[in-house]
């Protein structure tokens, strides 16, 4: 197996378009599994991490700019005031360990459902920028980079640059079931995200479905019915938990049963949504 380590953008680009079986690696701690458990050999490893401008994020023209190489313990202790849902999410990743290495970029390279980024992104309205040498650059709204399971929207010559998403405009919550607090790969997870300005609830649901996925009925419900002055409405709020839970589509497996995730979806939607409300009243009343 070859072993390209790239040491620019361009240079990766490159290696990528010249190889397209090249399989990338940032943190590590997806490729490193299956390498070792043999799920699969590619013909090259393309290590990204002497890139160093993928390490950085920055704030471009108002939007936070999340590189390929910012791991989860970055986005702990650095985004949590601009991306708050994000920030939730990171923080229940794997172990400390598992924060220092994994990364945004690479959740969204193994597009596995029961990956944490992929609600909050979702719900925020995160866009994906790819790039290949010979196309340029690609912005992929997050609900059309999931394919499948484990399958995303990257061309064989393409790499994930960054992630792009605005600075949270309001509350923001991520909620997930696991069966222990540490270490642990979803049973399901939800992200709300309010965006005031717009009027709009956004939603991500992870783990309950081929791909994350937004609940778009309930989402076009809190559009037309919210009253943004106003307490929850109770009706209003059981219905939006039966929405986001009818927008799922959970299969049975290992880490629970399919009516299991049905039910936690629209317990985990009710409460993310009271939460966020919450926020938003007390920061009206401030
Ligand atoms: C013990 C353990 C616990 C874990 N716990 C969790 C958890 O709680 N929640 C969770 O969501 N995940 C968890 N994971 C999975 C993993 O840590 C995450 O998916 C992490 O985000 C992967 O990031 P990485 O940088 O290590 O990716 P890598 O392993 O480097 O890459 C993952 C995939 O993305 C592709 N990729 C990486 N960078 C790019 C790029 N720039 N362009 C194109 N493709 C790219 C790779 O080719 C590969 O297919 C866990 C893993 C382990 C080993």
């Known amino acids: 197996?070859?072993?390209?380590?790239?040491?620019?953008?361009?240079?990766?680009?490159?290696?990528?378009?010249?190889?397209?079986?090249?399989?990338?690696?940032?943190?590590?701690t997806d490729v490193m599994v299956e390498i070792n458990f043999d799920v699969r050999r590619p013909e090259a490893l393309l290590d990204l991490n002497q890139?160093?401008?993928?390490?950085?994020?920055?704030?471009?023209?108002?939007?936070?700019?999340?590189?390929?190489?910012?791991?989860?313990?970055?986005?702990?202790?650095?985004?949590?005031?601009?991306?708050?849902?994000?920030?939730?999410?990171?923080?229940?990743?794997?172990?400390?360990?598992?924060?220092?290495r994994g990364t945004v970029a690479?959740?969204?390279?193994?597009?596995?459902p029961a990956g944490d980024s992929h609600p909050p992104l979702l719900a925020a309205g995160a866009v994906v920028e790819v790039e290949s040498r010979d196309r340029g650059t690609?912005?992929?709204?997050?609900?059309?980079?999931?394919?499948?399971?484990?399958?995303?929207?990257?061309?064989?010559?393409?790499?994930?640059?960054?992630?792009?998403?605005d600075p949270a405009p309001g509350p923001q919550y991520f909620s997930k079931v696991g069966t222990r607090n540490a270490m642990v790969i979803a049973v399901?997870?939800?992200?709300?995200?309010?965006?005031?300005?717009?009027?709009?609830?956004?939603?991500?649901?992870?783990?309950?479905?081929?791909?994350p996925r937004?609940?778009?009925e309930a989402e076009d419900l809190l559009a037309r019915e919210l009253d943004w002055t106003a307490p929850l409405d109770p009706a209003l709020l059981a219905r939006f938990g039966e929405l986001c839970a009818a927008a799922a589509a959970p299969i049975d497996d290992v880490?629970?049963?399919?009516?299991?995730?049905?039910?936690?979806v629209g317990v985990m939607a009710r409460r993310t949504l009271t939460w966020a409300w919450n926020d938003h009243l007390t920061r009206r009343a401030a």
């Open 1 to 28: 197996m070859d072993f390209l380590r790239p040491t620019t953008w361009a240079e990766a680009l490159a290696a990528k378009a010249d190889r397209p079986g090249a399989l990338p690696v940032q943190g590590g």
């Open 51 to 100: 890139v160093a401008e993928l390490r950085e994020w920055d704030m471009t023209d108002g939007v936070c700019r999340i590189g390929a190489g910012v791991t989860y313990t970055t986005v702990v202790n650095e985004l949590g005031g601009v991306l708050p849902g994000l920030a939730q999410a990171a923080r229940t990743v794997g172990s400390p360990q598992i924060r220092n």
């Open 106 to 112: 690479g959740n969204l390279g193994a597009a596995s």
């Open 138 to 165: 690609r912005l992929i709204p997050a609900g059309e980079f999931y394919l499948g399971v484990k399958r995303n929207a990257l061309e064989p010559d393409e790499l994930i640059r960054a992630v792009r998403v």
């Open 188 to 211: 399901c997870s939800f992200a709300v995200a309010l965006h005031p300005g717009e009027r709009r609830v956004g939603t991500g649901i992870g783990s309950a479905a081929p791909t």
């Open 214 to 216: 937004r609940a778009l």
């Open 255 to 264: 880490r629970g049963t399919a009516a299991y995730r049905l039910h936690a």
